[in-house]
Structure formats: C-alpha cells, structure tokens
C-alpha cells in the first residue's frame, strides 16, 4: 500500500528534530494505513529520514507506537493535573476527566483514531510497565482523586474505588472510540465531545452524591 503523503508536503517536520519527525509521520501514518500495514522503511522515507535513525530512537516499530501512546496520554495528563488542582471539589474534579480527555483528543484526532485501532497494544504496555507509560499515570491520577476524595469524605456512596475508576474510565475511552467509528462508518455515535462530556459528569456527579444507591434502595422497599 502507497504512503499517505510525501514529506515535501509537510515542510514544518523538517524544522524538527528527526526524533520529531519520525514520531509524528508514524502517528500519520499508524491512524491511516494500521499499525500492521505501515513498515518501518515507509515511516522512515515519508518522514525524511532512514531506518537507521528510527531504530536509534525508538528501537523498532513497537517502542515507537507505545512512544505516541505515552507522550499522547502525558499531554493529557498534564492538562488534567492542572485542571485536578484548579478544582473547588469533587464534582468539579471528576468533569475534568471527561471534560480534559476529550478537549485533547479532539485537538489530536490521529491519536483518538490510535485509541479504536491500537488501543488493545497501549493497554499491554501499561500493564507490563506501568511506571513509564502515559496512560498508567492517567490512571494514577484518577486513583489518587478518589482516594482523597475518600479520605476528606466528598464521596458518599459505598462504591469500592477501583470499580468506580474503571467506570470513569472505560465511559470516556468507550465514547471517544465510538466517535472515531461514527466517523469512520456508519457507527450510530453522531454526538459531539461536549453532550457526552455533560452526560458522564452528571453520571458521575449521580455515582458520588448516592443518588443512584437511594434510588435502588427505593425501588427495592
């Protein structure tokens, strides 16, 4: 399969370094072609550079996908730390994570396209080492907010910590790939990042103030 592009229609890659340039035409190409379908000898030449340099860097193609991953998630997890420490309380904290995640996937489309196609590859690394990628600090980060949440008693639901971080998490990756496929097919998730950033802080905000437990309790009396 040809390449997407040629370098020389994207003059700005060469004010890089060829780490850069590599890092950024192998997203490009990953998103658009699949991570099987793009060689290394493809990245190489589209981004202006040789085999030799990519494998200097990144050690092969592996390393260099979970590098877009991780650096993707680490600008992610700078905004949200940010926004984490702005926050007044927990609701305002917990919008963040939906409100942060998809603000920066919509400002970075071809690592929003990485999360339907490769995502299952971001996930093996964080499970096999955790302390150096991007996405595992992401859910640090959230441990740590409903762990101190817990601690100054903002929660008050009896719902275990664990559970609800992967509720958090798996409702706002889960609404960013169905976009990606709406986009893609005919995927029926034609909504926008901010009516889903509204529905799971709502949800959320329903999960912490106990609303749901009283509701169920209700409904069971």
Not at 53 to 77: P, Y
Not at 188 to 209: K, Q, V
Request: glycine share 6%.
């Amino acid at each position: 399969m040809s390449p997407v592009y040629k370098p020389e229609h994207y003059d700005f890659l060469y004010e890089k370094s060829s780490r850069n340039r590599i890092l950024v035409t192998a997203k490009t190409l990953f998103a658009t072609l699949g991570y099987d379908n793009t060689s290394t000898a493809v990245i190489a030449r589209n981004a202006g550079t040789s085999e030799s340099q990519l494998m200097k860097h990144f050690g092969g193609k592996a390393n260099l996908l979970e590098t877009i991953f991780s650096e993707g998630w680490e600008r992610i997890n700078n905004k949200l730390a940010a926004c984490f420490q702005a926050a007044t309380d927990l609701n305002a904290r917990l919008s963040c994570i939906p409100g942060t995640v998809f603000e920066s996937l919509d400002e970075d489309l071809e690592l929003k396209t990485l999360l339907l196609l490769e995502g299952h590859r971001m996930r093996d690394v964080a499970r096999k080492e955790p302390a150096r990628e991007g996405y595992a600090r992401f859910l640090r980060l959230i441990d740590e907010a409903i762990a101190e949440a817990e601690k100054n008693g903002e929660i008050r639901s009896h719902m275990p910590s664990l559970p609800l971080r992967s509720a958090i998490v798996g409702m706002v990756v889960s609404g960013a790939r169905q976009q990606v496929l709406a986009s893609r097919s005919a995927f029926p998730a034609n909504y926008g990042s901010e009516e889903i950033r509204t529905l799971l802080s709502a949800f959320l905000s329903t999960i912490i103030n106990d609303s749901f437990t009283h509701g169920r309790h209700a409904r069971v009396a």
